[in-house]
């Protein structure tokens, strides 16, 4: 309850306080290319409920019909203003109405596509049971995930392989240990990772460490080793197939 009101509350601040802002990204989004400015991309959320999430648009038109849902930094299908956007999450500021009407939370598991979440496992299920967010651990920890899939070949399944392993399991953690000073905690690290990605890496792990994470999360938060191959949450496989 005290969750949905303060996203209620700051959303609706929000709103008013950005509207220039979101006005002026509108404009300069469609005089690129005189298309919409917002990408509106069918999500999976609470207890698999779908609904319409709203982002500017960074990508070119109907670049969905490539049928690749992963996306690396040096994706030809990101505009030249995308890839601004993207850097500094402008894309995701209209995501706030998501959250006004109640199918989005500041805090919380990044929403997926439905053939992601079709591939969850059991355990993985656990990130169904909350409102997906803007920003939680994950969000923060693989905030260059488009440069972590760079010159990838197969976008999606490197995404299954390197960072749903460990972006799940950051996911769940948050589920299981949630509550609204984390909620604030994570919201305030967030604006610190845009002016210092080292430094919000270092108060996650903090975070982590005072609520008694287990080693592998505490040291993978760090991001000081190359990621490998590993099992999603409540499998002892690694990921071999997207099909």
Not at 17 to 43: E, G, N, Q, V
Not at 142 to 159: M, R, T, V
Request: aromatic content about 8%.
């Amino acid at each position: 309850m005290i969750k949905r009101l303060f996203d209620l509350v700051v959303s609706l601040l929000l709103i008013v306080l950005l509207s220039p802002l979101l006005i002026l990204f509108s404009i300069i989004i469609w005089a690129k290319d005189w298309h919409s400015p917002f990408y509106i991309a069918t999500r999976v959320g609470k207890n698999k409920k779908q609904f319409k999430m709203i982002k500017f648009r960074s990508m070119i038109v109907n670049a969905d019909e490539s049928g690749v849902d992963s996306t690396a930094v040096n994706d030809n299908r990101i505009t030249s203003l995308g890839n601004f956007i993207r850097k500094y999450k402008i894309d995701e500021l209209p995501n706030i109405f998501n959250i006004l009407k109640g199918e989005m939370s500041f805090v919380g598991p990044r929403p997926n596509v439905k053939r992601e979440t079709d591939l969850y496992t059991k355990e993985e299920m656990k990130l169904l049971s909350v409102q997906p967010g803007i920003t939680d651990f994950a969000s923060i920890v693989f905030a260059d995930e488009g440069d972590i899939l760079k010159d990838s070949n197969d976008p999606d399944l490197d995404y299954n392989q390197l960072i749903r392993p460990w972006k799940s399991r950051l996911g769940i953690f948050y589920v299981i240990n949630r509550t609204m000073v984390l909620d604030i905690k994570l919201i305030c690290v967030t604006v610190i990772a845009i002016i210092s990605k080292q430094n919000a890496l270092k108060k996650i792990n903090n975070i982590l460490i005072n609520l008694s994470a287990e080693d592998k999360l505490i040291e993978i938060t760090k991001r000081e080793n190359q990621l490998r191959p590993y099992p999603p949450p409540g499998s002892d496989s690694i990921v071999t197939s997207r099909l």
